[in-house]
């Protein structure tokens, strides 16, 4: 895993500057952050597990224009590294546990980086309302150029903070079942939480039974 | 093609590098749309184009996937000579539509929709063919709605608010929501099951009265705690916990 560290940083950096910087194709997503992660660190298996775990946090928020959300790529990431290696479900719990303050910190440092931009907005206030091209395009590229630095740290952070938990945390079996079985209840809880705002009172709460309802039946017949 | 325009589409993909509390996106649109301003009749050295983006710098906030309509009909108003006042009318009276229409669109409908269907095929057939489907499904009514939204707003210009108008999107509006809650209840059930197939019955009860607690917390006693705080307060208790258990 130490040997894929590089590809993870520059990965985590790419899945944090597309939360709303550079693109926004969703590569930041964490069923598709941690997926690739998991390829990274070699081992696939973890990184779907954490990955798939993490986007049902993901569905509770949506990124509408100046809200306050996780940065769920980077925190992917962090968490798939933590549990690569680790056998079926040991892994899960201190890794979901990695990236939920992995993305809280992403969360904070997206208001700092937007604070800064708007300090950088005031600075070259005279540049901006003369219409100035080049004075627009500094403003913007020093734009990239911080959210680019905010997603290395925090992917950096991320990374560092899961080497220390998989070599000094001590799990028992036990242990390790237990936080994994808590941390797939809270991402369900969650999951649920988000689609029932996402419901409203309308139709579209209907159509949420409903589906929960189809769900339950294709799982009974699998 | 107009001149300019892919190099307007390709700005409005880091429209939200400079997002900020005092012109939200402003600065990022004037920046999207200053390639279509530069064949103005005098060109960049003519006083209209430092006003049209002295104007469109200031503030502004709109879905970033429809700021592109914004740029083109702003530009277009320009070229075709309306009245300073007239043009921020216009730019003003965009910042509700398109703001509101793209967040209904995308965020409570599309993305969801499209994360849903990516783990249904993920938890039931194979998980990189799931993150493939979401990336490919998602995008494509992502990059649609860009392309579409540039060229609608070059073309209409000061009638830009018609296109809002337009049949797909509110077909769009009517169904998306609906949609996205059936494919997210779908997908609900089958990724829990995915997820605890290992676990053993104890273990799945047990999660299952965590859901149930966190249901609890989120609907009723926190409702204003945000799902990654819950899920901090909750994991990290367990591992607390997990640690001290022998």
Known sequence: ?222 | MKRGMLHAWMRTLIVQASWNYDRMVGVGVAYAMEPLLRDLPGGPSNGRYRAALRRVAGFFNAHPYLTGMAAGALARAEHDGVPEAQADRLRHALIGPLGSVGDQLIWAAWLPLSAAVGLIVAVTWSVPAGAVTFLVLYNVVHLALRTWGLSVGWRAGMGVAGALGSRVLHAGLRVGAMAASFAIGLALPLVSSWLMRQFGAGERLSAGGVAALGLVLTRILVPRVSGVKLGLVLVLTALAVGALWR
């Open chain 1, 1 to 222: 895993m130490i040997g894929a560290l590089p590809w993870l940083l520059l990965w985590g950096t790419i899945a944090g500057l597309d939360l709303a910087t550079v693109g926004q194709v969703m590569v930041g997503r964490p069923m598709v952050s941690g997926i690739v992660a998991g390829i990274l660190a070699g081992d696939p298996a973890a990184g779907a597990l954490v990955g798939i775990t993490l986007e049902l946090f993901a569905l509770d928020l949506l990124p509408v224009g100046g809200a306050r959300y996780p940065d769920y790529g980077p925190a992917a990431v962090a968490g798939a590294a933590t549990a690569a290696g680790a056998p079926g479900l040991l892994g899960l719990g201190p890794a979901i546990a990695v990236a939920l303050v992995v993305g809280y910190v992403g969360e904070v440092t997206v208001q700092m980086v937007r604070r800064m931009n708007s300090t950088d907005v005031q600075r070259r206030r005279a540049e901006l309302d003369a219409g100035d091209p080049a004075g627009i395009r500094r403003v913007q590229w020093r734009g990239i150029a911080r959210d680019t630095i905010r997603a290395l740290a925090v992917t950096l952070a991320g990374l560092a903070l899961a080497v220390a938990v998989r070599r000094w945390l001590p799990l028992s079996l036990r242990g390790a079942v237990l936080v994994a079985t808590v941390a797939v209840g809270a991402a369900v809880a969650v999951a649920v939480t988000g689609a029932l705002r996402l419901g409203g009172r309308g139709p579209a709460r209907a159509w949420l039974v409903a589906g929960i309802v189809g769900g339950i039946v294709w799982v009974a017949l699998q």
